[in-house]
């Protein structure tokens, strides 16, 4: 489809895409999505893959520096990206906003990054970055605007199974640029993660103001280059992470959480009665999701949810499955599940316990602070519908109690 738009003064160009794509799933190998080219004035702009089945759908993705005056949009089909089976893609419209400079939303805009695939993924259908957020931070020098990507797994890092025990998704969340800005609005430092989580300053090239990054790990690490031609634009949206998780995002955009079932599905990463510490996990409805918050310092946490297993005998089920592996290491607000038997009863109760960190390395420097715990809030405890989608919590607390190392449970009971 080509589609004029004038933009009455030059800014950032956002357009979003309603699109589906019939018969495409993302959990059915050899139908899990279409491919676009999406250009700008005949120029190559970026890869769109409709990964959210035969449904119309909207897509927002950063079209990069318009300048004033007409322009033409166009939007082609690229089979050789597609899966064999998807079906062509299906356009309904395009809305098109051009963002004058003026406020946060602009700034942001104009220095979202563009990342480009990994080779290992283009055509494989693995690791695909569906979603990009920013928050906007004091620093000493002024404000910094972070953006994170949400993909849809990640083929290397953390096992499927800790991952889940320790962050409560199988999707991969990561930071992947930061820019500062001094009191006057110009850039001060620019950061990326780079492989190995390393963070150095960013030294390559833009594309007006958005930094180019190519993923380059199993676990979707960014650099400064790479070989890959196709690239992708998520339009970052802004959110808060004040008391909350950063699963908190996929939460706004469930659509997130049905993908990347289907793609866990589709790797054949879901096997009954996995054992803890085999890499796999059980099917994700049976899993219970905890959001809690600690300041935590050399320990570790690990919670635990009340409920009548399939014969009805009520007991726990602790989230780290008897493997210290599988407990919560950070400080802030974390999220994390643990799987019930089959036909389990909705959880009653919750409850939390702090452990001491491993020892330090060799070559780790000792510790000089003693471990503690304070749990500050729960936010939240949950389970999933049929399209893996979060059922609305039925529990939430704030307060301010030590966890004792090595101690006692701390217990709450949740209301019906």
């Known amino acids: 489809m080509d589609q004029a738009f004038k933009a009455s003064a030059a800014g950032e ?31 190559y702009s970026q890869h769109l893959l409709l990964v959210r089945g035969p449904e119309d759908a909207d897509y927002h993705v950063t079209l990069g520096r318009i300048e004033g005056g007409e322009h033409r949009l166009r939007i082609e089909a690229d089979s050789a990206t597609s899966a064999k089976q998807a079906g062509a893609a299906s356009i309904s419209r395009v809305d098109i906003v051009v963002i004058t400079p003026a406020g946060d939303d602009y700034v942001a805009q104009s220095m979202a990054p563009m990342l480009f695939a990994h080779p290992n993924t283009v055509g494989r259908f693995t690791d695909l970055p569906v979603f990009m957020w920013y928050e906007v931070l004091p620093v000493p020098q002024g404000r910094q605007f972070r953006y994170s990507v949400i993909f849809t797994n990640e083929d290397g890092g953390t096992a499927t199974d800790r991952l889940m025990a320790t962050w409560g998704r199988t999707t991969d969340i990561e930071f992947v640029y930061g820019v500062t800005l001094d009191r006057e609005g110009k850039i001060a430092a620019e950061e990326f993660q780079g492989p190995r989580h390393e963070v150095p300053p960013f030294r390559g090239r833009h594309d007006g103001a958005h930094p180019l990054l190519w993923v380059s790990t199993d676990n979707n690490m960014v650099s400064e280059s790479g070989p890959t031609e196709i690239r992708y634009a998520p339009a970052p949206q802004r959110f808060d992470l004040t008391n909350a998780s950063r699963e908190i995002v996929m939460d706004a955009h469930p659509w997130i959480y049905t993908i990347s079932a289907k793609e866990m599905a589709r790797e054949k990463k879901l096997v009954d009665d ?17 959001e809690a918050c600690t300041e935590l310092q050399h320990a570790t946490v690990a919670f635990s949810v009340h409920a009548a297993d399939g014969s ?6 602790d989230s780290d499955r008897g493997l210290p592996d599988f407990r919560i290491a950070r400080s802030g607000c974390f999220r994390g599940a643990v799987p019930l038997p089959p036909g389990s009863g909705e959880p009653d109760a919750v409850r939390l316990k702090a452990y001491p960190a491993p020892a330090p390395r060799d070559g780790e420097p000792p510790r000089k602070e003693a471990p503690s715990v304070t749990l500050t809030r729960v936010n939240g405890v949950f389970t999933v519908d049929d399209n893996y989608q979060p059922r609305p919590s039925k529990f939430k607390w704030t307060g301010s109690v030590p966890l004792a190392i090595d101690g006692d449970w701390y217990e709450m009971p949740i209301s019906r």
């Open 13 to 43: 160009g956002v357009a979003v895409i309603h699109a589906s794509c019939d018969p495409c799933d993302w959990g059915t190998e050899g139908r899990e999505a279409a491919a676009v080219r999406v250009l700008v004035d005949g120029k």
């Open 274 to 290: 996995a054992p803890a510490g085999s890499g796999h996990v059980p099917d994700l409805k049976r899993f219970v999701h905890v």
């Open 312 to 317: 009805g005998t009520a007991r726990w089920f």
